[in-house]
């Protein structure tokens, strides 16, 4: 894909932001269910057993759950894809040179989404005072959203 001109590209406001990732969240929620649903259905009508009953099989299932939500997010954040609530929303996800992200940087920047965003969502509230409204995740992964063209 053709690059961003960032001079002349828009960043999103907060509420947008928010907006596109509860869209993306209850989206990968209902993945989830569905994920959870062709492991969990087949093993309990084979085993007669209830994976989520050991463990074991506690983590199997949180492990599986885990590499569903990142997988989610690699896959829509590389390659200039834009996830469902991006698309709604309008949104791209940029390197900080305008052009798309590979896998990499797209996991650079979910690992430093997940840290920042721990302590009481302050990576994304770092936006509200950043000069470019750009998020203390996007700063550290050398990557920004912008808003696209109708």
């Known amino acids: 894909m053709d690059r961003i001109q960032l001079d002349q590209a828009m960043p999103p406001g907060l509420l947008r932001l928010l907006a596109s990732a509860l869209y993306d969240l209850m989206l990968v929620f209902g993945v989830l269910v569905i994920a959870a649903a062709v492991l969990v259905i087949p093993y309990g009508i084979l085993t007669a057993t209830d994976l989520a009953a050991t463990a074991l099989g506690r983590r199997l299932l949180q492990f599986y759950s885990l590499t569903i939500i990142v997988s989610y997010y ?18 791209k996800l940029v390197r900080d040179d305008g052009g798309d992200l590979d896998i990499l940087c797209a996991g650079e920047r979910l690992f430093w ?19 470019q409204r750009r998020t203390a995740y996007d700063r550290l992964a050398a990557t920004r959203v912008v808003l696209v063209a109708k």
């Open 74 to 91: 690699l896959y829509f954040w590389s390659g200039g894809r834009q996830s469902l609530g991006m698309r709604a929303w309008r949104l």
């Open 113 to 131: 989404a997940l840290l920042t965003l721990l302590p009481l969502g302050l990576g994304l509230w770092w936006m509200l005072k950043d000069p």
